[in-house]
């Protein structure tokens, strides 16, 4: 069950990249603000997870505000979905991201609070 929710927890996240480039594809009229959105997105996510979150962070939070960033970062990506013009990716994101978080805190995976 462990490798099966880490692994649910890798696609997770990469679907979030995914949502937040795509929502940031659909920003204004301007071909180049859509690009650049498209691009600055993700990376402003990869790096929020990367310094806070990930196991292996130097500057990982400790639980709740790891659990709150987790759910703050699915939620956002969730109303990008939803703001792009896909309502029902949008939900599903942001309620798996949520109930993936909580898996990992229960099952102990290498997401949760082993190191």
């Given at each position: 069950m462990r490798n099966a929710n880490d692994g649910a927890r890798f696609l997770l996240e990469l679907a979030l990249l995914a949502a937040v480039a795509?929502?940031?594809?659909t920003v204004g009229s301007a071909v180049w603000l859509q690009v650049v959105v498209a691009i600055a997105a993700p990376?402003?996510?990869?790096?929020?997870?990367?310094t806070w979150?990930?196991?292996k962070a130097t500057r990982r939070l400790a639980d709740p505000a790891r659990f709150v960033l987790e759910s703050v970062l699915f939620v956002a990506g969730g109303l990008a979905l939803l703001a792009?013009?896909?309502p029902a990716l949008g939900v599903a994101l942001a309620?798996?991201?949520i109930v993936n978080a909580v898996l990992v805190r229960a099952l102990g995976t290498?997401?949760?609070?082993?190191?």
């Open positions: 795509y929502a940031g594809g990376c402003l996510v990869a790096a929020v997870w990367g979150l990930a196991p792009a013009g896909q309620l798996l991201g290498a997401s949760g609070d082993r190191t």
